[in-house]
T-cell receptor, first 118, second 117 residues
Framework: AQTVTQSQPEMSVQEAETVTLSCTYD???????LFWYKQPPSRQMILVIR??????QNATENRFSVNFQKAAKSFSLKISDSQLGDAAMYFC???????????????FGKGTKLSVKP | DTGVSQDPRHKITKRGQNVTFRCDPI?????LYWYRQTLGQGPEFLTY????????KSRLLSDRFSAERPKGSFSTLEIQRTEQGDSAMYLC???????????????FGPGTRLTVL
């Protein structure tokens, strides 16, 4: 079974600085997707960024970028120029790319709570 | 596009009562997922529909839980004889499947927070 581990329960960053959130995963599959979701306090979960395992190029979305190391099964999220609105729980998630199969659920880590100091 | 909606947003019930939650996915999405999130944890998968067919159920989904998606549109999740351990946030997500199983990002609703007294 696949697992996702986020080893940093809490992180803190100064506004305008850069922070990196860690995520490792375990799988025997070669094709899958990885995601970072953001869950602000009392608000719904939104997608930050996604990465296809077959792509070597790291995904970027504005101030958010990932460092995807497939061999090491590592998928970290870098937030540049941190803003107060970035404060939230961040969840790393894994999804199998099971062709023709029924499996489609996400497997989440326990999350990292990010605080942004003004 | 109105996004995924869930109703109610909060539900307080007494142990032993039945509760039902509703999820309305993004209109063109054919896949619908239910997750449960307890305090300090990431969401855990419960069950998944493609159109009206329930294709997968987690071991977390005991026989007190039942989910339906009639006509492949909205979905309901019912919990019978609630227990205090059922207290959690119940999240719904939807996605649009693509040919050969690629792609499809899941978009989440705001969740229903259940408190069982």
């Amino acid at each position: 079974a696949q697992t996702v581990t986020q080893s940093q329960p809490e992180m803190s960053v100064q506004e305008a600085e850069t922070v990196t959130l860690s995520c490792t995963y375990d799988t025997s599959e070669s094709d899958y997707y990885l995601f970072w979701y953001k869950q602000p306090p009392s608000r719904q979960m939104i997608l930050v960024i996604r990465q296809e395992a077959y792509k070597q190029q790291n995904a970027t979305e504005n101030r958010f970028s990932v460092n995807f190391q497939k061999a090491a099964k590592s998928f970290s999220l870098k937030i540049s120029d941190s803003q107060l609105g970035d404060a939230a729980m961040y969840f790393c998630a894994y999804r199998s790319a099971n062709y023709g199969g029924s499996q489609g659920n996400l497997i989440f880590g326990k999350g990292t709570k990010l605080s942004v100091k003004p | 596009d109105t996004g995924v909606s869930q109703d109610p947003r909060h539900k307080i019930t007494k142990r032993g009562q039945n509760v039902t939650f509703r999820c309305d996915p993004i209109s063109e999405h054919n896949r619908l997922y239910w997750y449960r999130q307890t305090l300090g944890q990431g969401p855990e998968f419960l069950t998944y529909f493609q159109n009206e067919a329930q294709l997968e159920k987690s071991r977390l989904l005991s026989d007190r839980f039942s989910a339906e998606r009639p006509k492949g549109s909205f979905s309901t999740l019912e919990i019978q004889r609630t227990e205090q351990g059922d207290s959690a946030m119940y999240l719904c997500a939807s996605s649009l499947s693509q040919l050969a199983g690629r792609g499809n990002t899941q978009y989440f609703g705001p969740g229903t927070r259940l408190t069982v007294l």
